[in-house]
């Protein structure tokens, strides 16, 4: 029994060292395949009624539909999912609802910020690099909410959940600071966010204390490598 106290200090230090900092880093998925993903574990799951996105993406795809982030539960595979279509718009899918947003266009090779939030009579909204979306709602019955259950994975679509990914979904290229909020926030927060300011980090998913697990090539790498965006 005296070994116990040691038990549980090793068991709390492990728990605690399996959420990183990857305030220097970047998620790297180097082939166009169905394998290269990352899944990302929140320190405490919940359901949500509403939450918001942001994150940073680099590539130098110009066709097929990649997916940043895909979040499905059994009901619902596209519970809450980020991708851009082969026509160039961007969609977002809220349970079995999809709103796309036309005339926002991207840079190849080079960081484009996005985030997407979803609020009070799931209006939805999507900015990029600083430009804002018209604000849509996503014709979901009223108090429909992602249940608790769900799996989260960067990189990839979830046609079921924890699977289903097709290479037309795939993405390719870099991801970094993800953050996801259990709710909406604010413009301003998001110009923050955008322009690199300091801002409050996600509440459900934070990039500086990350609980994640990366599968087939993709992996973490330094955001020194890029180094137009880092003062070297
Ligand atoms: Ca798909």
């Given at each position: ?11 709390c ?30 320190s ?76 009070e ?11 804002a ?21 960067v990189g ?44 409050q ?32």
């Amino acid at each position: 029994m005296e070994n116990l106290p040691r038990i549980l200090l090793l068991a709390c230090f492990a728990a605690l060292s399996e959420s990183t900092d990857l305030s220097e880093s970047v998620f790297t998925f180097p082939t166009l395949g169905t394998t290269d993903r990352v899944t990302l574990t929140p320190s405490a799951k919940k359901p949500l009624s509403q939450a918001s996105l942001c994150l940073r993406f680099y590539t130098d795809q110009s066709t097929q539909s990649p997916c940043f982030f895909s979040l499905a539960t059994n009901s619902f595979n596209n519970a809450f999912l980020l991708c851009r279509m082969d026509t160039g718009i961007f969609r977002f899918h809220l349970g079995s609802a999809s709103a796309d947003y036309l005339g926002l266009s991207y840079k190849l090779n080079e960081w484009n910020s996005v985030c997407v939030t979803w609020g009070e009579e799931h209006i939805t909204q999507f900015f990029i690099n600083g430009k804002a979306s018209v604000r849509k709602i996503a014709p979901m019955s009223p108090d429909w909410q992602i249940s608790t259950d769900h799996s989260i994975i960067v990189g990839q679509d979830q046609d079921h959940y924890g699977g289903g990914f097709e290479v037309m979904n795939a993405f390719a290229g870099h991801i970094t600071d993800v953050h996801m909020w259990d709710y909406a926030i604010s413009t301003c927060e998001v110009q923050r966010f955008m322009e690199k300011m300091s801002f409050q980090p996600g509440n459900y998913l934070k990039w500086e204390s990350l609980k994640f697990e990366a599968q087939g090539k993709a992996k973490v790498e330094k955001k020194l490598l890029f180094s137009a965006d880092v003062l070297c």
